[in-house]
């Protein structure tokens, strides 16, 4: 009915969508929030164009997840990367970075040095992914590096199962949810072989006074020296769920104190998007929305409301495991400004919500 009304009183055109009523000269850091089915990339773009790439998604499909990453980089208006972070050596990170450099090509790798993992395939897909890191500048980042990417401060906060030793700028704040804080057990961790994933790079970003953060596969164990039992991150506008949304992350010590407005979860049909996760970002009182990248089969009724996801429930394929996703996908995009505002959009449908200067 507003639509209608706004139309009718011409505020709008009528083939308007909300994003077209931005000013167009206006600068943003815009951020994509890539569907690769339960794996990670996310692509950072500043306004001066500078991009960084976090992870690549998975290997295979016929280079599946790097044509969805070029589409998206099409639409950023970028024909190279300039920094690929890969925040861990697990395959649905790492193992895209292959097909990617045959579409785009990356001018500087990130990431923690040396795997430990030990199997044997692991081992294989490591060797291949360090010569393709040798075909580019490499560099092994460590806690507090900074990454020069036009005007966007980005810190690193973790690397190898280091964390940040003192708190950024303005943070540093005693974090009350500490006191709850229950570790994880080794019988639990080790299940979800979780070596690779607790030394995964993080990383803070903030452009003007807007503030997100992307923290790969970090375990819930590594997310309390960061947090506990002081808060080294401080709050952030938006929070990109670690580790696609499982369960092994994204501890109350980290979601609540971090106080974001809107959160995007990058969890695959299948994979992530665990219900404890979709309870707990739910009781988040400062979280006004959960965007999705994909429906999440398990979470049923959890889900965010349609308009929020990027890529629906395949219903053909929901009874079968094995089903593979092909083709092109939908993404999320988030347009962050200098004043604290930003705009997510869902590129399947336009739908669109502008979260204002706090
Ligand atoms: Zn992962
Ligand atoms: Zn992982």
Redesign the pocket.
């Known amino acids: 009915m507003r639509w209608l009304t706004a139309v009718m009183l011409g505020l709008l055109p009528v083939s308007g969508t909300l994003a077209a009523q931005e000013p167009a000269d206006e600068e943003t850091l815009d951020i994509y929030v890539i569907d690769v089915e339960g794996?990670?990339a996310t692509l950072f773009v500043a306004p001066s164009g500078e991009s960084m790439l976090v992870d690549a998604g998975w290997p295979g499909f016929d280079g599946r997840d790097a044509d969805r990453i070029a589409a998206v980089a099409a639409d950023a208006g970028i024909d190279e990367i300039d920094y690929l972070v890969v925040t861990h050596f697990?395959t649905?990170?790492m193992g895209g970075a292959h097909q990617l450099i045959a579409r785009l090509p990356v001018r500087t790798f990130l990431d923690h040095g040396e795997t430990v993992d030990e199997g044997e395939r692991q081992l294989a897909a490591f060797d291949r992914y360090v010569d393709l890191r040798e075909s580019a500048d490499h560099r092994v980042v460590a806690p507090g590096d900074t990454i020069p990417l036009g005007d966007i401060q980005v810190t690193m906060l973790s690397s190898h199962g280091e964390v940040l030793d003192t708190p950024l700028p303005g943070a540093g704040a005693p974090n009350y949810f500490c006191d709850d804080f229950d570790f994880h057990g080794s019988e639990i961790t080790s299940r979800y072989g979780d070596a690779e994933d607790q030394r995964s790079l993080s990383a803070h970003l903030g452009f003007g006074a807007f503030r997100t953060v992307i923290m790969g596969?970090l375990t819930w164990n590594k997310e309390y020296p960061l947090m506990c039992p002081n808060n080294k991150i401080g709050r952030v506008d938006l929070y990109l769920v670690s580790?696609?949304g499982s369960d092994t992350s994204g501890a109350e010590a980290l979601v609540r104190a971090l106080a974001p407005r809107a959160a995007v979860m990058n969890n695959g049909p299948r994979k992530g998007g665990a219900l404890h996760t979709f309870a707990s970002l739910g009781r988040a009182p400062t979280i006004e929305d959960l965007w999705q990248n994909h429906y999440s089969i398990p979470a049923g009724s959890l889900n965010a409301p349609e308009q929020f996801i990027a890529n629906l429930q395949d219903f053909a394929s929901a009874d079968d495991e094995d089903a593979v996703h092909t083709g092109p996908s939908a993404w999320i995009k988030i347009s962050a400004r200098r004043d604290g505002s930003f705009t997510i959009t869902n590129s399947r449908n336009g739908h669109s919500k502008t979260y204002p200067q706090n």
């Open positions: 794996g990670e697990h649905d990170h596969d580790h696609h």
